[in-house]
């Protein structure tokens, strides 16, 4: 079956550049969407085909996708947004999620 | 406004059966892509089902044979029943609305409204 691999835990000072990857056996040739959950709350989609944001999703929210990794990007990250970021993708009429990568804004 | 709400979770025993529902509003069950999300305790997210709008459906190889996924159309309604419960079916389960098709090289999928979701506990 297939599998997406996120690191575990990603650390960024307030203001910064947060990224985030999700990698995958040629994973550039499957959209990507990722998820923001925060403690208690159900997941928010943020990106979905790669690097479309849903209405409401602030700018700073960007996405892409090839080769092997995709990533979220979060330029000029704040304190909100620190929370659980999951990526996924479709593969053979199955739903793939990836491990799920802790954001803390430090 | 657009939104689903889930229902019917429950503490059930092992081998006990169990029905969740998921009530739309602003749009059609029946007219969209439905998935079935759960959530184990500190756990990621681990995807259960999807029915198309045109009555598809598909499994986790985790679930398939146990749960099933329908809908009343009447109601506005999605369900998940649930039998043969184990105790690592114990999460959280949201209801979500799905979108998906091919947009040139490439299939999509992606889901953009969530409940609160549900919880179910199997234990003795």
């Known amino acids: 079956s297939y599998e997406l691999t996120q690191p575990p835990s990603v650390s960024v000072s307030p203001g910064q550049t947060a990224s985030i990857t999700c990698s995958g056996d040629k994973l550039g040739d499957k959209y990507v969407c990722w998820y923001q959950q925060k403690p208690g709350q159900s997941p928010v989609l943020v990106i979905y085909q790669d690097a479309k944001r849903p209405s409401g999703i602030p700018e700073r929210f960007s996405g892409s996708n090839s080769g092997n990794t995709a990533t979220l990007t979060i330029s000029g990250t704040q304190a909100m947004d620190e929370a659980d970021y999951y990526c996924?993708?479709?593969?053979?009429?199955?739903?793939?999620f990836g491990g799920g990568t802790k954001l803390t804004v430090l | 406004e657009v939104q689903v709400v889930e229902s019917g979770g429950a503490l059930v025993q092992p081998g006990g059966s169990l029905r969740l529902s998921c009530t739309a509003s602003?749009?059609?069950?029946?007219?969209?892509?439905m998935s079935w999300v759960r959530q184990a305790p500190g756990q990621g997210l681990e995807w259960v089902s999807v029915m198309y709008s045109g009555g598809t459906t598909y499994y986790a190889d985790t679930v398939k044979g146990r749960l099933t996924i329908s809908r009343d159309n009447s109601k506005n309604t999605l369900y998940l029943q649930m039998n043969s419960l184990r105790a690592e079916d114990t999460a959280v389960y949201y209801c979500?609305?799905?979108?998906?098709?091919?947009?040139?090289?490439?299939?999509?999928?992606?889901?953009?409204?969530w409940g609160k979701g549900t919880t179910v506990t199997v234990s003795s």
């Open positions: 602003g749009f059609t069950v029946s007219g969209n892509y």
């Open positions: 996924q993708a479709w593969d053979s009429s199955t739903v793939v």
């Open positions: 979500a609305r799905a979108y998906g098709g091919n947009s040139g090289r490439f299939y999509y999928y992606y889901m953009d409204v």
